[in-house]
């Protein structure tokens, strides 16, 4: 951990160096990562592919021409060093921020609100989709709210229908996730709206820790109340945990989840029990066939070859997804003559309308009135051997007398 620490401050003197001698012609955005903590299990990926996607742009003109400086970071899942690294970004003169974490990029709305900043974050939490009071906070995906009402709608339409208890009773519900984490807790609200909505009997929440590798007390406890499906809020190490343990112990229950604990991973950590998980996915897999991924492929064997390929994960097409969503909003308000905080956000991304990364993900529409890029969202599930789609949930167009209702949940 020490040598870590000393390559990150030696990171923070060269970037501040180079910056501080910088072409007025260069456009500085920062980035902060979790590589060393609590989410570093699906961290490391986003991060490789935040610097893979900004070399990309600049080999394609950078923002119409002038070349893109990044200042990226490792914060360990820290909200106060988050907002300490926020700091030097503004001194170091950037334009926006690519961030990550929901309690840092909470924790930190109203600063970015004030200072016009546009913080394009690996956060997909439904609080910060409504601009008019997180003007400034945006994502290249469906919130973490629509993906949990559309994942649970879609085992509620797929999989409750074929149960052999169908008609019979309700069906029973059950969340497992980190009380304390803003992140795993964002679309608790939202979810159990929906569990009530589709007339699910719910059960009681149990805490799990995003560090943990024993949960076996947790789910003597969710057999109590025998669900029939759980919901997962945290990533994909303690996810996998979980499920490995509910197999073991026989639960019997299905699990679905939200993104960050759905990927790759997940079935090299939980072996059977992954079988038949599901969750909302806001971009294809790593190497699935999209117009773009061919691109994302060639940038990370080039700039960073000592990563296995088949060790590379969707992170890192997560992370293309919101630097290319960043690169066309500042080249549109460069165009416009408004490369600024205010420029980007009005004549930047909430210009999108239906725009199509080819990276597999929801086509991007922001509008002055509402951040959700989409009322569509698509669930898969592990199949096998296999993610494979399950139905595209159309919230908008099946709840449209609720769906205005549900921003900023």
């Known amino acids: 951990m020490k040598a870590k620490a000393l390559v990150v401050v030696f990171a923070i003197v060269v970037a501040a160096g180079v910056c501080s001698t910088a072409s007025a012609a260069e456009v500085v955005i920062g980035a902060l990562n979790d590589m060393t903590g609590a989410t570093s299990d699906v961290g490391k990926d986003y991060a490789l592919g935040i610097g893979e996607a900004v070399n990309y742009c600049n080999d394609n003109g950078g923002v119409n021409g002038k070349p893109i400086k990044l200042v990226q970071f490792d914060y360990g899942y820290r909200v106060p060093e988050a907002l300490t690294k926020y700091k030097l970004f503004k001194r170091m003169g950037a334009v926006a921020v690519e961030g990550w974490g929901t309690g840092d990029t909470e924790a930190l709305a109203p600063t970015v609100t004030a200072d016009k900043m546009p913080y394009v974050s690996a956060s997909y939490s439904g609080h910060l989709a409504d601009p008019k009071k997180t003007p400034y906070n945006l994502f290249a995906a469906t919130d973490y709210s629509s993906n949990a009402r559309a994942t649970l709608t879609a085992w509620f339409d797929k999989r409750w229908s074929k149960h052999a208890d169908f008609g019979k009773r309700k069906p029973r519900f059950a969340c497992s996730y980190m009380f304390a ?17 589709l007339g699910f009997d719910i059960g009681p929440d149990q805490d799990v820790s995003l560090f943990a590798v024993d949960t076996k007390s947790q789910v003597l406890s969710l057999k109590d109340f025998k669900p ?33 604990g759905f990927d790759e991973n997940l079935p090299r950590l939980a072996d059977k029990a992954a079988e038949g998980a599901m969750a909302a996915t806001v971009n294809a897999f790593y190497g699935e066939n999209t117009p773009l991924m061919p691109t994302v492929v060639e940038y990370a064997k080039k700039f960073n070859p000592g990563v296995p390929q088949e060790k590379r994960l969707s992170r890192t097409v997560q992370g293309w997804s919101n630097v290319l969503a960043l690169w066309e909003a500042m080249k549109r308000a460069d165009k416009a003559g408004a490369l600024n905080g205010e420029g980007i956000l009005q004549k930047g991304f909430e210009t999108m309308k239906d725009f199509d990364l080819g990276l597999g993900g929801a086509k991007l529409t922001y509008t002055s009135t509402d951040h959700r890029v989409s009322g569509k969202v ?12 399950v139905q595209v949930t159309d919230l908008q167009g099946r709840w449209p007398d609720k769906w205005q209702s549900w921003l900023g949940w």
């Open 228 to 260: 029939d499906v759980v919901w997962h809020g945290n990533t994909t190490m303690s996810v996998s945990a979980t499920m490995r343990d509910a197999y073991a112990l026989g639960l019997g229950a299905d699990h679905i989840m939200n993104l960050w």
């Open 181 to 197: 984490s803003p992140y795993a807790s964002a679309p608790i609200k939202a979810i159990k709206d929906q569990a009530t909505l």
């Open 378 to 389: 698509p669930v898969y599930e592990y199949k096998n051997g296999k993610f494979q789609l």
